[in-house]
C-alpha cells in the first residue's frame, strides 16, 4: 500500500477528514507532482477537540511532492478559540517512503502552525515534528513539540490509524490518539487525555461526502478552549480535489 504523507494522514494534523488528494498536474519525467482540496466541515475536530466553537469550517490545502519522496505543503483553516484568533495555517514539509520493497512506509517531518491576528497580537505559533510507519491498513505516527502555543511547554501526540476500502466505493477510516502534554502543569488539570473517530468516506458527483464520529476520554474537557467542545459528536463534511 501506497504510504500515505503527512497531508492524507494528518491533515486532518489537523481534522478528521480532508478531501482526498487527487494529481492535479505532473510533470513530463513524473518526477514533480502537485494537488489540492478543499473542503466544508460541520465542525473543526483537532484531536478531539473543536477549534471553531462547534461551528462549521472551510478548509483546504496545496501539496508538492517529488518522486524521490519529498515533499511539502500549506493548508488552512478558519477556527475561534478566543475573540481574534480567526484562522489557522499550516505549512509543513517531510520525506516519505518504504524500507525497500517491505511494504512498510515511513514519513518524517515538520509542521509549523501559524496564526495570523492572534489574541493582542501575541504570537502562539508553533512547531511540531513527526514520525510515522504504515503497513497495509495499519499507520502509526508521533508528534512531538517542546514549546506548544509558543509556551515552552512540552506535549506528545500518538495517533494510531486504520484505513480500508469498502464494497461499493465506500472508505472506512478510524483512528485512536492520545496527548501527553505539560500545558496544564501546576494546575488541577489532567496532563493527558484520549481521542478516537470513526467514520465513512463515499466519493459522488465528482467530491467526497464524509461522516465520522470523534470523541474523547472525560479528561478532553481539561484540553478544550471552551464549554462542550469536548464533548463526542457526528462531523460531516463534503470536498474535491484538484
Avoid at 484520549?194 to 464520529?213: E, M, R
Wanted: hydrophobic fraction near 35%; glycine fraction near 12%; proline fraction near 1%.
Amino acid at each position: 500500500m501506497k504510504f500515505k504523507t503527512l497531508s492524507a494522514m494528518c491533515l486532518a494534523a489537523t481534522s478528521v477528514f480532508a478531501a482526498s488528494s487527487a494529481m492535479a498536474w505532473e510533470s513530463e519525467d513524473g518526477s514533480h507532482s502537485t494537488s489540492a482540496n478543499v473542503g466544508l466541515f460541520s465542525d473543526y475536530m483537532f484531536r478531539g477537540i473543536s477549534l471553531t466553537d462547534n461551528k462549521p469550517a472551510i478548509q483546504g490545502g496545496f501539496d508538492y511532492a517529488h518522486s524521490s519522496g519529498l515533499y511539502a505543503g500549506t493548508w488552512a483553516s478558519n477556527l475561534s478559540i478566543d475573540s481574534e484568533t480567526n484562522i489557522e495555517i499550516d505549512v509543513y514539509g517531510g520525506f516519505a517512503s518504504e524500507f525497500g520493497e517491505s511494504g512498510i512506509g515511513y514519513d518524517v517531518g515538520l509542521l509549523r502552525y501559524i496564526y495570523p491576528g492572534t489574541n493582542s497580537g501575541e504570537d502562539i505559533d508553533y512547531t511540531e515534528y513527526y514520525g510515522g510507519l504504515s503497513y497495509s491498513y495499519f499507520s502509526a505516527m508521533i508528534f512531538y513539540t517542546d514549546d506548544f502555543g509558543n509556551g515552552g511547554e512540552d506535549e506528545i501526540y500518538y495517533k494510531l490509524g486504520f484505513d480500508y476500502d469498502l464494497p461499493y466505493g465506500l472508505a472506512l477510516s478510524a483512528h485512536y490518539g492520545y496527548t501527553d502534554s505539560d500545558r496544564n502543569t501546576g494546575t488541577d488539570l489532567s496532563d493527558s487525555y484520549s481521542d478516537y473517530s470513526i467514520g465513512l468516506t463515499k466519493g459522488f458527483a465528482g467530491l467526497d461526502w464524509s461522516v465520522a464520529y470523534v470523541g474523547t476520554d472525560s479528561d478532553g474537557d481539561d484540553f478544550a478552549f471552551g464549554n462542550d467542545e469536548a464533548d463526542d459528536r457526528f462531523v460531516v463534511s463534503v470536498g474535491a480535489s484538484f
